[in-house]
Structure formats: C-alpha cells, structure tokens
C-alpha cells in the first residue's frame, strides 16, 4: 500500500501515516520512560539519606573514641573539623539518644516527594522507618 504512494515522481518526504507510527512510537517510550525516571530519583534521594545517617554513625563513633562511650553525640557535637561530619543540605536528622549504647537517629530527605524514613542504631544497622 505504501509503495503506491512512493510513486509518485518528485515528490519526497514521509507520508502520514509514517508519521503517525513515529508519534506513538515516541509515545510509548516516553510513558515507559517517565516513570523510570521518577523511581530513579526516589532511589537517589534515598541513598543520599542512608549516607547521611552512616556518615553521622562513623563520626559518632570517632566522637566516642575521643570522650567515652557515654558521651552525649548529636549531629551537632560532631560537625566540625575534628570529626569530619558534614550536614547535607536536603537531609533532616532527628538525634534521639546519643550514648554509644543507645544511640538513635532517624533522618528524611525533604527533596523527594515520596521519601523515605530512615533510621541508625546502636549497631549501626540503618533501616526503613516508614
């Protein structure tokens, strides 16, 4: 069917129909892609908040090297040169307790539109709150 229009002589181009099947073509990429990409930058933000929280662990942790293990360790008391913790500027940290052997925190990335909770233990082990 298509070669009865190619026929023609002198003229040159795409048909419509050609152009249609381009079209959705490049519409079914772009729904497959779309929310592809929202995921993507979910996983982002939320890597971003684990990092945080294993950051504010190790600094903790050279914190209680430094003053005994029932030292008070906040976000706070660790940011600074000595320990080398640096807040992230879309991360929001919640200290709870701060000794060595009860440490909490949880933290949230106010970036991402479906963020994530998360929290650090004692141990270390960071986990989804939420």
Known sequence: MLSRFRNVKGEKGFTLIELL????I????AAIAIPQYGAYKDRTYNSDTQASLRNLFVACKAFWADNGVTGN???TSVTNETYG???SATVTITDGTGTETAFTATAINSA???????GVDAAGTIS???
Request: charged share 10%.
């Open 21 to 24: 099947i381009i079209i959705a």
């Open 73 to 75: 360790c906040t976000a």
């Open 128 to 130: 989804a709150l939420k």
């Open 112 to 118: 991402g539109g479906n963020a994530a909770v998360y």
């Open 85 to 87: 913790y640096t807040d």
């Open 26 to 29: 490049i519409g079914i990429l």
